[in-house]
């Protein structure tokens, strides 16, 4: 079986090879919240823009650019460095919400394969270390968000029988059965995807064969009190 630390390498590096900037890259921008000098570095080689600025296409609406598709797969490299080593501080759902909007999926075939394996292997990477770079919790939301789907993630992660993969487990439920999160979960910015009914159930079944007791008795709150699961008018709920 392949590393996943190692697989994970291997997809960075192959974004480079797939998102070769072009070298005449013309952009404009907002000069509100940018001054000249920021957008000549955005347009210029990537490797030269200042670390500040490397994020900018994730965290600014698309309307801030003429350019914002372009500019975000001129950066993708860069960015996706920053993303899996946790040096970025954006709102997780935020990041997938934006490749979406910048239709990741209708560009090239080689950079959504490429884009698509960075997925698959900084997932299995996260998983497969505790701590990670970045909280399993946050990846999820990320790749869910991109993809479009959560159960094929469950999955995986149902199948990674690592001790670093259970205590990502617990550390998911410690975070999303507090004030009943799990029973409202919606991922991305906009709360476009609506995770509750497939989370949800997962976490109260499988999670609870492989967590330790501190957490069970979370689960076992949450099944017995879960807004989803009794909602008002239900003789069990208490909202």
Same mark, same amino acid.
């Given at each position: 079986?392949?590393?996943?630390?190692?697989?994970?390498? $291997?997809?960075?590096?192959?974004?480079?090879?797939?998102?070769? /900037?072009?070298?005449?890259?013309?952009?404009?921008?907002?000069?509100?919240?940018?001054?000249?000098?920021?957008?000549?570095?955005?347009? !210029?080689? /990537? $490797?030269?823009?200042?670390?500040?600025?490397?994020?900018?296409?994730?965290?600014?609406?698309?309307?801030?650019?003429?350019?914002?598709?372009?500019?975000?797969?001129?950066?993708? /490299?860069?960015?996706?460095?920053?993303?899996?080593?946790?040096?970025?501080?954006?709102?997780?759902?935020?990041?997938?919400?934006?490749?979406?909007?910048?239709?990741?999926?209708?560009? @090239? @075939?080689?950079?959504?394969?490429?884009?698509?394996?960075?997925?698959?292997?900084?997932?299995?990477?996260?998983?497969?270390?505790?701590?990670? %770079?970045?909280?399993?919790?946050?990846?999820?939301?990320?790749?869910?968000?991109?993809?479009?789907?959560?159960?094929?993630?469950?999955?995986?992660?149902?199948?990674?029988?690592?001790?670093?993969?259970?205590?990502?487990?617990? $550390?998911?439920?410690?975070?999303?059965?507090?004030?009943?999160?799990?029973?409202?979960?919606?991922?991305?910015?906009?709360?476009?995807?609506?995770?509750?009914?497939?989370?949800?159930?997962?976490?109260?079944?499988?999670?609870?064969?492989?967590? !330790? @007791?501190?957490?069970?008795?979370?689960?076992?709150?949450? $099944?017995?009190?879960?807004?989803?699961?009794?909602? %008002?008018?239900?003789?069990?709920?208490?909202?």
């Amino acid at each position: 079986m392949a590393d996943p630390q190692q697989r994970l390498r $291997e997809a960075l590096d192959a974004l480079d090879d797939v998102f070769v /900037p072009a070298q005449d890259f013309a952009l404009d921008g907002c000069l509100y919240c940018y001054g000249e000098a920021d957008i000549a570095a955005l347009a !210029g080689p /990537p $490797e030269a823009v200042p670390d500040d600025l490397v994020m900018t296409p994730l965290s600014e609406v698309l309307s801030h650019w003429d350019k914002p598709e372009e500019l975000l797969r001129r950066m993708l /490299p860069r960015i996706a460095r920053l993303l899996v080593r946790g040096e970025r501080h954006l709102d997780a759902g935020l990041i997938g919400t934006r490749f979406v909007e910048a239709n990741w999926t209708g560009w @090239p @075939p080689a950079e959504t394969a490429a884009l698509r394996e960075l997925w698959v292997s900084w997932w299995a990477a996260t998983l497969d270390q505790y701590p990670a %770079p970045v909280a399993a919790y946050d990846v999820l939301n990320v790749v869910t968000v991109v993809t479009g789907a959560l159960n094929p993630w469950l999955e995986v992660w149902e199948h990674s029988r690592t001790s670093s993969a259970t205590r990502h487990l617990e $550390e998911l439920v410690d975070l999303w059965c507090f004030e009943d999160q799990l029973s409202e979960l919606k991922l991305g910015f906009f709360d476009e995807y609506d995770a509750t009914p497939e989370l949800l159930p997962w976490v109260l079944g499988h999670g609870r064969t492989r967590i !330790g @007791p501190r957490y069970v008795v979370q689960l076992d709150e949450l $099944e017995q009190y879960s807004s989803y699961l009794h909602p %008002p008018g239900d003789p069990l709920s208490r909202w």
